[in-house]
């Protein structure tokens, strides 16, 4: 099955700096790669997402590249504010022999941004 | 619309009782997916459905059962807990699951606490 590794597993950066998660994965059959942001007590929140025909893909502050060959894709974010603090977490899409499609999700990255 | 909401936010077990937590979505998908998160850990999925009457295993589906008799809900059922299920449960919806290159959102609720003792 497939096998997700994200790295760092805390980040701390300083207010307006950028951060970097990077995420691997094992199987080459996944075709889709969002990213989670997960809040204190909540579930996680889908902030951006790439399929496997694009390289890159922005949104304002955020941006994810997709590296198919090496297997890899980074989640960036510029310019970062408080409430940019949470823990992220990158997934990749698994096929399922039932058909649906279920996520294999990387361990997460626990993002503080320092005032 | 509510999205998806799951009841209860906590509950505490003894080893060998039973449980059913709760799921529903009010967006009319037709896919239910429920992940346990274990601390420091991602979402593992325990099943998942592709509509009612229909579910299947995902990656840890030992000690749960699912049901999905209607569109909106997909209960899912401990029958003998054991302190290895002690952990945070997701419930997640989407509209399709992917399979014809379609890769939809999966929309979270807010997670049922487990604890078993």
């Known amino acids: 099955g497939e096998n997700v590794e994200q790295h760092p597993s805390t980040l701390s950066v300083q207010e307006g700096d950028s951060a970097v998660i990077k995420c691997t994965y094992s199987?080459?059959?996944?075709?889709?790669f969002p990213w989670y942001k997960q809040e204190l007590g909540k579930g996680p929140q889908l902030i951006i997402d790439?399929?496997?025909?694009?390289g890159e893909k922005k949104d304002q502050r955020i941006a994810v590249t997709l590296n198919k060959t090496a297997k890899h894709f980074s989640l960036h974010i510029t310019e970062t504010q408080p409430e940019d603090s949470a823990v992220y977490f990158c997934?990749?899409?698994?096929?399922?022999?039932?058909?649906?499609?279920?996520?294999?999700f990387g361990k997460g990255t626990h993002l503080i941004i320092q005032p | 619309n509510a999205g998806v909401t799951q009841t209860p936010k906590f509950r505490i077990l003894k080893i060998g009782q039973s449980m059913t937590l709760q799921c529903t979505q009010d967006?009319?998908?037709?896919?239910m997916y429920w992940y346990r998160q274990d601390p420091g850990m991602g979402l593992k999925l325990i099943y998942y459905?592709?509509?009612?009457?229909?579910?299947d295993k995902g990656e840890v589906p030992n000690g749960y059962n699912v049901s999905r008799s209607t569109t909106e809900d997909f209960p899912l059922r401990l029958e003998l807990a054991a302190p290895s299920q002690t952990s945070v449960y997701f419930c997640?919806?989407?509209?399709?699951?992917?399979?014809?290159?379609?890769?939809?959102?999966?929309?979270f609720g807010p997670g049922t606490r487990l604890t078993v003792l």
């Open positions: 997640a919806s989407s509209s399709t699951g992917g399979t014809k290159g379609g890769y939809n959102e999966q929309f």
């Open positions: 199987d080459s059959a996944s075709n889709y």
């Open positions: 790439i399929r496997s025909n694009v």
């Open positions: 997934a990749a899409r698994r096929r399922s022999g039932g058909g649906a499609d279920g996520l294999t």
């Open positions: 967006m009319n998908h037709n896919y």
């Open positions: 459905s592709v509509g009612a009457g229909i579910t």
